[in-house]
């Protein structure tokens, strides 16, 4: 069964940096792509980032671009998002999901309802 963990959350000043990743099992890796969404407490489920674990292109929200960067281990079937530069209102709980797709039609992909998976959460707290 396809299973997705997300881990590296935190409590973090503002300015530092976390790494969260999503390690992932069950499916063909290669073949899907995993994005990164985030959901403050009384907000709504947000899209932050995706990439296509095939050839690696990733898509980013304005809200994080430029500080957040996404990357990808095949050989673990992981997909890391490494945040930098963070503020408190990056605060909020951070969910990895996955669907199937290439990535031309993943970059149109940023809504919570179009991905499959989802691991459970982590949190992110900055303070400021």
């Known amino acids: 069964d396809v299973q997705l963990q997300a881990s590296g959350g935190g409590l973090v000043q503002e300015g530092g940096s976390l790494r969260l990743s999503c390690a992932t099992s069950?499916?063909?890796?290669?073949?899907?792509?995993t994005a990164w969404f985030r959901q403050a407490p009384g907000g709504e489920r947000e899209w932050i980032a995706l990439?296509?674990?095939?050839?690696?292109?990733?898509h980013y929200a304005d809200s994080v671009k430029d500080r957040f960067t996404l990357s990808r281990d095949n050989s673990k079937n992981t997909v890391y998002l490494q945040m930098n530069s963070l503020k408190s209102e990056d605060s909020a709980v951070y969910y990895c999901?996955?669907?199937?797709?290439?990535?031309?039609?993943?970059?149109?992909?940023?809504?919570?309802?179009?991905?499959?998976?989802w691991g459970q959460g982590t949190q992110v707290t900055v303070s400021s």
């Open positions: 069950g499916f063909t890796f290669d073949d899907y792509g």
């Open positions: 990439i296509s674990s095939n050839d690696g292109g990733t």
């Open positions: 999901a996955t669907v199937r797709a290439a990535f031309i039609t993943l970059t149109t992909m940023t809504h919570a309802h179009e991905y499959d998976y």
